[in-house]
Structures are given as structure tokens and as C-alpha cells.
T-cell receptor, first 113, second 113 residues
Framework: DQQVKQNSPSLSVQEGRISILNCDYTNSMFDYFLWYKKYPAEGPTFLIS?????DKNEDGRFTVFLNKSAKHLSLHIVPSQPGDSAVYFCAASLTSGTYKYIFGTGTRLKVLA | NAGVTQTPKFQVLKTGQSMTLQCAQD?????MSWYRQDPGMGLRLIHY???????DQGEVPNGYNVSRSTTEDFPLRLLSAAPSQTSVYFC????????????FGPGTRLTVT
């Protein structure tokens, strides 16, 4: 039972355009969400997070949107750059009584120069 | 700070052999965890620890043991390796609440033949 889903395994975007990566979750108790970026042969690195009390969080070129009623979050990258080419994972957690992070399956983003 | 370190980087085992994957962090983080990454499966939590002497199971704990005798170290033991344990293993740490992002090590690529 995949509680966090990234239904697009890959995405290609032209440099300078917007990249939108999507993530859906099934457990309505999740209340904290994170995005990680992973380059080949490296560990994931944290990108941006959002608490369930917010619907948007912005950090430079990266913005995460949360739609709790739809159990959906998205990561927007504007403008996309070739260095953004990587695999992006979303993750979700519960803040009460557990420290488990559940990750999605990842989306491979390719930014074309 | 070295951050999160993992050894070895690569390992080949025969079915039935045992080994320990090492993980250490020098950030005095309370929370540490082990994940495995398989194609199309994302990152799956194996075991985690919320502090020295405290461990708990994640999503896919079978075939693995952990212990946490110090804050710094969190080794993962494969008791009797199976081909299904061929994967890339990541160790991660964070300061101790779910509101902090995790810091990942560079990974160990394990092949079981």
C-alpha cells in the first residue's frame, strides 16, 4: 500500500520554463511534507518543506503547494535550469508520536538546454 | 563536520553471508534511519532510532537488524544475505523532530549473488 505516490516517473522541461512535480498521499493524518533532490551516486538532499497548517511555501525558485482536501502537493521550479536535472522525491510524516518518513517513488526531471 | 558517512560504498555478497553496513554522523543528531532504494520503489524505511538505545521497525525490516549504542553510530546488519536485498542503502539523520529535514549519507550499493 503506497501511501505517498508520484505518478509521473519522468518529466522533461525546457530551460527557463516552469517544472511542476506532483505528489499524492492517502493518509490524511500526514501533517508535514518534504521534497528532496537526488543526483546519481549521491544521497538525497533536502529541498523544501511545508507544514499542513500552510498551503504554500516558497524558497527562491522553488515553491511547494499543498492541497489538503485533495491530498495533493506539488513542487514548482521557476525558472528551470539544467542543474535541476535530478530525481525528486516527496516525503510525508506524522508529527504525533512517530518519526517515520514515507517517501514517494520519485520523478526524474530533465531540464533541456 | 563530515555529516553522515557510510561505509563501504560498494559491496558484493554471496547468498547466506552476513555483513554490517556502517553509518556515522557527527552532528549530534538524535534521530537516525536506514532506507533502501530500489528501482520504481522509491526510498523505503528499514529501521530507525530516536536516540541511543532506542530502535524501531520501518516498512521493510525483515532480514535486517540494528542497534544504537551511541548517538553517533547506527549500523545495519544483514543476517543472511538474499538476492532480494540487492539495493542501494542510505543512512540518514536529523536533530530529533519531524520538523527537521533529514541529512543523508552517500549510500552503499550492495549486490547479493
Amino acid at each position: 500500500d503506497q501511501q505517498v505516490k508520484q505518478n509521473s516517473p519522468s518529466l522533461s522541461v525546457q530551460e527557463g520554463r516552469i517544472s511542476i512535480l506532483n505528489c499524492d498521499y492517502t493518509n490524511s493524518m500526514f501533517d508535514y511534507f518534504l521534497w528532496y533532490k537526488k543526483y546519481p551516486a549521491e544521497g538525497p538532499t533536502f529541498l523544501i518543506s511545508i507544514s499542513s497548517i500552510k498551503d504554500k511555501n516558497e524558497d527562491g525558485r522553488f515553491t511547494v503547494f499543498l492541497n489538503k482536501s485533495a491530498k495533493h502537493l506539488s513542487l514548482h521550479i521557476v525558472p528551470s535550469q539544467p542543474g535541476d536535472s535530478a530525481v525528486y522525491f516527496c516525503a510525508a510524516s506524522l508529527t504525533s508520536g512517530t518519526y517515520k518518513y514515507i517517501f514517494g517513488t520519485g520523478t526524474r526531471l530533465k531540464v533541456l538546454a | 563536520n563530515a555529516g553522515v558517512t557510510q561505509t563501504p560504498k560498494f559491496q558484493v555478497l554471496k547468498t547466506g553471508q552476513s555483513m554490517t553496513l556502517q553509518c556515522a554522523q557527527d552532528m549530534n543528531h538524535e534521530y537516525m534511519s536506514w532506507y533502501r532504494q530500489d528501482p520504481g520503489m522509491g526510498l523505503r524505511l528499514i529501521h530507525y532510532s530516536v536516540g541511543a538505545g532506542i530502535t524501531d521497525q520501518g516498512e521493510v525490516p525483515n532480514g535486517y537488524n540494528v542497534s544504537r549504542s551511541t548517538t553517533e553510530d547506527f549500523p545495519l546488519r544483514l543476517l543472511s544475505a538474499a538476492p532480494s536485498q540487492t539495493s542501494v542503502y542510505f543512512c540518514a539523520s536529523n536533530p530529533g523532530t519531524v520538523f527537521y529535514e533529514q541529512y543523508f549519507g552517500p549510500g552503499t550499493r550492495l549486490t547479493v549473488t
